[in-house]
């Protein structure tokens, strides 16, 4: 894991409250309130007992997307991929998080499993700044997600794109270009483009 992703990864601790999703067995999206338990150059480790829907959709799946707000209006998104770890993991969790053992009180803590969430890609996305600024980070083999919009070779030059943009992030060139960074992926730009030259970048 690069540093850039071990920062955010551990941000996610940092923060520790944070929204996980899944999908169930009919297709259907399910969310919950979840504690990142550990984080570290490994991913981040996530429990749950096993008589819940979230561990049956864990296991299901493999995957699990989170969601978190950071302070000062920043926020934290990530769709990783899961493995179930061995029990010494769960004994691990409660060491460094005390308050578990007034929930599970001695050998009821078994009834947890513990996740790793082993690789995937996110976003960290700062609002408070202007203009906003964004980062992607990845780790465990998979690739930064691209998303927003890119001016293609069918720009014509006009400046409506640069016009329209409420984060002034679009910059003048032959094409135009979208400073990513700091996009808010409004998509206005592509709404007021006569030339139909931005396109969504698709994950």
Not at 71 to 97: H, I, M, Y
Not at 121 to 136: A, M, N, Q, T, V
Not at 177 to 199: F, I, M, N, Y
């Amino acid at each position: 894991m690069d540093e850039k992703a071990r920062k955010y990864v551990e941000l996610f601790r940092t923060v520790k409250i944070a929204s996980a999703a899944t999908v169930d067995g009919a297709g259907r999206p399910r969310s919950r309130i979840i504690n990142v338990m550990l984080a570290g150059g490994d991913g981040m480790v996530i429990v749950t007992s096993r008589g819940k829907p979230f561990w049956k959709q864990l296991t299901d799946t493999g995957e699990v997307a989170l969601s978190a707000m950071c302070p000062d209006c920043q926020s934290l998104k990530f769709l990783g991929k899961v493995e179930v770890l061995d029990r010494t993991w769960v004994d691990r969790v409660f060491e460094a998080n005390p308050g578990m053992n007034e929930v599970y009180p001695g050998e009821s803590r078994y009834a947890l499993d513990a996740f790793r969430i082993y690789a995937g890609h996110g976003e960290w996305f700062d609002l408070l700044h202007y203009p906003i600024r964004r980062e992607s980070f990845a780790y465990g083999g998979c690739a930064e997600e691209r998303c927003g919009f890119a001016i293609t070779a069918a720009c014509t030059g006009c400046g409506a794109c640069a016009e329209a943009c409420p984060q002034k992030c679009i910059v003048p060139g032959a094409p135009y270009a979208v400073e990513r960074s700091h996009c808010l992926q409004c998509g206005l730009c592509a709404e007021q483009c006569p030339a139909g030259a931005v396109e969504r970048l698709h994950p």
